[in-house]
Every structure is written in C-alpha cells, then in structure tokens.
C-alpha cells in the first residue's frame, strides 16, 4: 500500500511538471546568452508580402565545437514577432530521445530534424505563403549536459524583416537604370575611340595600333614616323584626349614591353622629361613619382639627352634619349596614353 502511494505522489508531481513546461512556452531575452558556434540561417532573409511562396528558417549545431557540451539533448526554434522587447514561443524542436521533429505552434512547416552528437545536429521550419506576421526575431536554442551532467543551454538569433513588393520594384528600376548607364556609358566610350584614331588619321600620317585595356587606360603606338618632337607628338596626342605614355609602375612598363614586342618600330619615346637637377618626371602626371625601368647602365649623364625612349635591341629597356630626334629609316614611334571614360 506504501508503495502504491509513493508511484501516485511521483505521478502527480510528474503530470504537474509537465502540464506547467507545455503551458511555459515562452520566454524572455535578457536569459539569452548568445553563442557563435550555433548556425541559424533563413532564405530568403526576407519576406516580400504578397510574392514570398516559401520561407525556411534552419539551426545546425555540432557539438565538438562546443567542448563543454559532452552531450547535446534538443534543438529548439523560437519566434517573437517584436524585436525591440521580444517575448519569443516555441515553434518548433527536436530532441534525442524520439528523434523526430516536433511542430509546437502549428504556424509552420516541420520539415525535418536529427540529433548527432558525433556529427551535426538540425532542425529545419518552413513557412508556407508567409506574410509580415512572421516578420521579427528567431532563436535556436541548443540545450545539453556537461561531462559531470550539469544542463547547458546555448543560444544564437537572427531577424527576418518585411520587404514591401513595391520596394524591390523599386530597388530593381535602380538596378536597371545603372545598367542601362553603363552601357550608354560602355557604348559612347567604344566610339570615343573609334572617332579618336579617325581622329588621329586625320590630323596626321602615321599609322596608329591600338592596344588592349590596362587600368582603364588605351595605348595607341604612332609608328614608321622620321621624326619625333615631344612638343608636336604631345600636341597630337592631347588632341584626342590623352598624353605621352608615362611609365609610372613596374606592371605598367611589363605592359609596355608586351605591346611593343608585338610591333614593329625600333625606337619609341615616352612622356618622361629630365629635370635640370638630372632628375626623371611624368609631365602630365607629375604628381606621382615614377619608377621607371632603365636598361642596364643607364640613365647616363648627358645634358644633350632630355628625353626618354625605349629600344627594340634593348629590350624595350628605358634609355636617355635625344629630342627631336629624326630618322631616315622612318622607324621611329611614340605611344599616346588614353584614359578610358569614366562610368
């Protein structure tokens, strides 16, 4: 009869713990203690009324990231639709014992759910045709036992925010006007170069090659020319909107050589010019200071060589240079720097 009596008292104190946790399905923030080692991810991270079909919202949890957690007993999402002062309710959870997922509120799809304590543990919700209502802020909880088999309980939240339709119409329309810009922009600057080197044929009698984009820059080599004069040379190239190429980095002169070893001239001048201090600078771009590549031995200290040049027998190499320069073989040429439009 004692017996008996003690199985009654443990069944009611049972029914009583449990009738009071399936009534307490809520709970405060300020017992959250936050925890990066829980993956809490939702796709799409928002939802658009009126168009959004499916939301899922997806804990993983692998317990060897968390040392002090031997065993890991239940995953459990939790939802306020308040994010200032948020009150959340279980939604959804899985736990070790039955190893299915279970759907606390009803307001939600329970896609799947598994405990692993030798692997990764899950819990995966889907909304159905989800409108603002389910806007706000979820949790996963993550709740275990250390090794001497103390509970431990982890946390991590994010936000699913509300997008209005009209909102993404918008954001698209800007989207679509920028791309539409930049190919005005892309288009104008194709044919900035095309009435460039007409441009170029027009008010001279070189031969013009154009070489392929660096750094937002054209080069276009004039060659089999007899004479060079920095002065006219720059004239011309200023005319279509750039400058005597300036070698201002060593990625920049490993272009150069590149482009030249493509072509034909034997000489070629740059922008460069020789201060009276025997110093080297840019003309147009004389606020950053060059590095320019010289070939071996050079520059040499000659008050007659004042401008910069590059040679086919030396590797496109930079020399000290005479200017003007004139050449019966006609085998000279110069490089007009371009910048690309901006857009």
């Known amino acids: 009869m004692f017996a008996m009596q003690s199985w009654v008292v443990i069944l009611i104190i049972a029914g009583i713990t449990l009738t009071s946790a399936a009534e307490d399905l809520t709970f405060n923030e300020n017992i959250l203690f936050l925890d990066d080692n829980i993956t809490l991810a939702v796709n799409p991270p928002y939802i658009i009324n009126g168009l959004a079909s499916n939301v899922d919202v997806r804990c993983l949890f692998k317990r060897d990231q968390v040392p002090a957690m031997s065993t890991v007993l239940s995953l459990v999402i939790a939802y306020s639709n308040a994010t200032d002062q948020p009150v959340y309710s279980f939604v959804a ?40 209502k389910m806007t706000g802020v979820y949790v996963c909880e993550v709740q275990g036992f250390d090794q001497i088999g103390r509970p431990i309980t982890k946390y991590t939240k994010l936000q699913i925010l509300p997008k209005d339709a009209q909102e993404i119409f918008n954001q698209m329309d800007v989207l679509q006007n920028t791309v539409n810009a930049f190919q005005t922009c892309r288009e104008g600057h194709l044919m900035l170069f095309d009435k460039l080197i007409q441009k170029l ?70 922008g460069a010019k020789k201060n009276h201090d025997d110093s080297w600078y840019n003309e ?37 240079c005479l200017c003007p320069y004139n050449r019966t073989e006609s085998d000279l040429g110069y490089i007009c720097e371009v910048p690309e439009p901006n857009c």
């Open 93 to 132: 959870s899985v736990n070790e014992f039955e190893g299915h997922a279970h759907n606390i509120s009803h307001d939600v799809e329970v896609i799947s759910g598994s405990i692993d304590n030798h692997g990764e543990s899950s819990l995966h919700i889907r909304f159905k045709y989800p409108d603002s």
């Open 201 to 270: 044929s027009q008010t001279s009698e070189y031969n013009f090659t154009a070489s392929a984009f660096f750094n937002g820059h054209r080069y276009l080599l004039a060659d089999k020319i007899p004479l060079f004069d920095y002065n006219v040379d720059q004239n011309v190239c200023n005319s279509i909107e750039g400058y005597l190429i300036e070698l201002d980095t060593p990625d920049e002169m490993a272009f150069f050589e590149r482009f030249l070893a493509q072509t034909n001239p034997i000489y070629v001048w740059t």
């Open 284 to 320: 147009h771009n004389s606020s950053v200071r060059p590095l320019f590549t010289w070939a071996p031995g050079q520059p040499i200290k000659d008050d007659t060589r004042n401008c910069q040049c590059a040679t086919r027998e030396g590797a496109w190499k930079l020399f000290p």
